[in-house]
């Protein structure tokens, strides 16, 4: 039995060599899939990992460490308050757009540190100082950006030219000077971290409140809103749907809002949902509506 076996597996070349190629190409996928999981999970906690805290303090309605619900600034004194603590320092994260001096825009993962203990900051600098963090308007960036930021970068001759240690870039229309190189983990939204203190990141990060106040003062007849509530908690985000809700019960205005919150869903009285830029399907009524805010929860 076994000799037939064999003379049936080695006998036909064609099939033989398929058998082996197709074994080779299940063990290739079978050992490159468990790393990039591995890979992909590791950039879900970089900032953790970069960030060297044993305890994080989160909004409970936070899903995972990349949800960046904000907290109040009297949660700090609230914690620091905890029998057993001995110190507690705020510490923003948020995803932001930088502006290049060629005019052309980044994704960075925005971190501010306590100005007085810059607890949280990385552990390795390749260049410059983390003291000269706490000057006016500096931030310090990770290798992986200096990367994306010299990208299109020329000399007036035309050489590629590559940013470095005084080269400023543009965060929310605040200039500011590159201090520091810093050695981290990549982020899982792909863009390179920058840091910065505390008090320059609340400042950097847009105020959604008072955009959407902007919006409503001038009485528009279409409203468009990206993403209203995303840096909002649960009872802010609530508000915030309400009040764009009372605006449509005048018959000539119109709100549009594009969001990925399911919470947001209740308040619409007509839904398109798309994926890859097509619109799959377009509910009409109420109850159809009730029903994917159920599915998505």
């Known amino acids: ?48 990992f970069n960030s060297r805290s044993h305890i994080w303090v989160m909004d409970p309605k ?11 600034d009297t949660d700090v004194n609230r914690v620091r308050s905890v029998a057993g603590v001995a110190w507690a320092a705020p510490y923003f994260q948020g995803t932001l757009q930088a502006r290049m001096p060629d005019g052309n825009f980044k994704l960075v993962t925005l971190v501010g540190l306590d100005a007085t203990t ?54 929310n229309d605040r200039e500011d000077r590159i201090v520091g190189v810093a050695k981290t983990r990549r982020s899982f939204t792909g863009g390179p971290f920058v840091f910065t203190t505390y008090d320059r990141a609340v400042l950097y990060a847009p105020q959604q409140r008072v955009a959407i106040a902007r919006a409503l ?5 279409v409203i468009i809103c990206d993403e209203p509530t995303a ?19 005048d018959p000539q205005r119109c709100v549009v809002v594009v969001t990925h919150d399911p919470r947001t869903y209740p308040f619409a009285d007509r839904m398109s949902e798309m994926e890859d ?7 009409q009524t109420p109850a159809e509506i009730a029903a994917v805010h159920t599915e998505k929860l």
């Open 1 to 48: 039995m076994i000799r037939l076996a064999l003379r049936m597996l080695f006998g036909d070349r064609g099939k033989y060599l398929l058998l082996v190629s197709g074994l080779t190409f299940s063990t290739l996928l079978m050992t490159q899939f468990p790393s990039v999981f591995c890979g992909l999970m590791t950039w879900t906690y970089a900032n953790m």
């Open 277 to 283: 830029g097509r619109i799959l399907r377009v509910l």
């Open 62 to 72: 936070a899903e995972q460490s990349l949800d960046s619900k904000p907290l109040r």
């Open 217 to 221: 003062v001038h009485e528009p007849r």
């Open 118 to 171: 810059l607890a949280g900051a990385p552990a390795l600098l390749l260049q410059g100082s983390l003291d000269e963090l706490r000057l006016p308007n500096t931030v310090i960036t990770d290798e992986f950006g200096l990367d994306r930021f010299s990208e299109g970068q020329q000399y007036p001759d035309g050489a590629p030219r590559r940013i470095g240690l005084g080269d400023t870039i543009e965060i």
């Open 231 to 249: 840096s909002l908690d649960r009872e802010n985000g609530q508000r915030v749907m309400a009040l764009l809700r009372d605006v449509v019960r």
